[in-house]
């Protein structure tokens, strides 16, 4: 069974810039969640994509988005990158709501110059 | 403001010993408790869920739940070398909302 795929591995941004990553869940999940991981804030909540609609959404300001689509794969968008944005951003992957686990892509690098 | 506590690290542990992790959460309507080991420059993979109250034992790795007490711990039995890694507990709350919560995680080093 293929895991939850995350594209792509890396990539370095400028400032100002925008970025799309793209997650693909296990087949059969419809929950995908977004996070960003960084040093010194550790694993935060971005939002959560259940069936196209977006259920949850953390506290994040507006340049971030994403979109879920009818095969559940997602997709988040940053604009106007900042330097705080560098971060490894994970998407996780599960059937549905409570006592079902989470599954973690390989996550995206990103670095903004 | 829903907060998950991980005892802070970094912990030492000889090899064969054995390595105690715990966590504490605020939000009493969480429902599913999940640990994941995290390698240096790698995602997190799952190790072990729980549910509810008491022990849950997957070869090495025994999870301990108490909801009453709000604590939800992880030992590893006869540590290896391979265990070094960090070690994040995550907390789903309730709701029909799939949103994790994750302490900042305890380095643990397994010492040969």
């Known amino acids: 069974k293929a895991g939850v795929t995350q594209t792509p591995r890396y990539l370095i941004k400028t400032r100002g810039q925008q970025v799309t990553l793209s997650c693909s869940p296990i087949s059969g999940h419809r929950s995908v969640s977004w996070y960003q991981q960084t040093p010194g804030q550790g694993l935060q909540f971005l939002f959560e994509?259940?069936?196209?609609?977006?259920?949850n959404k953390g506290n994040f300001p507006g340049r971030f988005s994403g979109r879920q689509f009818s095969n559940s794969r997602s997709e988040m968008n940053v604009s106007t990158l900042e330097l705080g944005d560098s971060a490894l951003y994970l998407c996780?992957?599960?059937?549905?709501?409570?006592?079902?686990?989470?599954?973690f892509g390989q996550g995206t690098r990103l670095t903004v110059v | 403001q829903k907060e998950v506590e991980q005892n802070s690290g970094p912990l030492s542990v000889p090899e064969g010993a054995i390595a105690s992790l715990n966590c504490t959460y605020s939000d009493r309507g969480s429902q599913s408790f999940f640990w994941y080991r995290q390698y240096s420059g790698k995602s997190p993979e799952l190790i072990m869920s729980?549910?509810?109250?008491g022990d849950k034992e997957d070869g090495r790795f025994t999870a301990q739940l108490n909801k009453a007490s709000q604590y939800v711990s992880l030992l590893i039995r006869d540590s290896q070398p391979s265990d070094s890694a960090t070690y994040l507990c995550a907390v789903l709350g309730g709701g029909s909302n799939y949103k994790l919560t994750f302490g900042k995680g305890t380095l643990l080093t397994v010492n040969p």
């Open positions: 996780a992957s599960s059937t549905s709501t409570g006592y079902t686990e989470a599954f």
């Open positions: 994509y259940f069936s196209e609609t977006q259920r």
């Open positions: 729980i549910y509810s109250n």
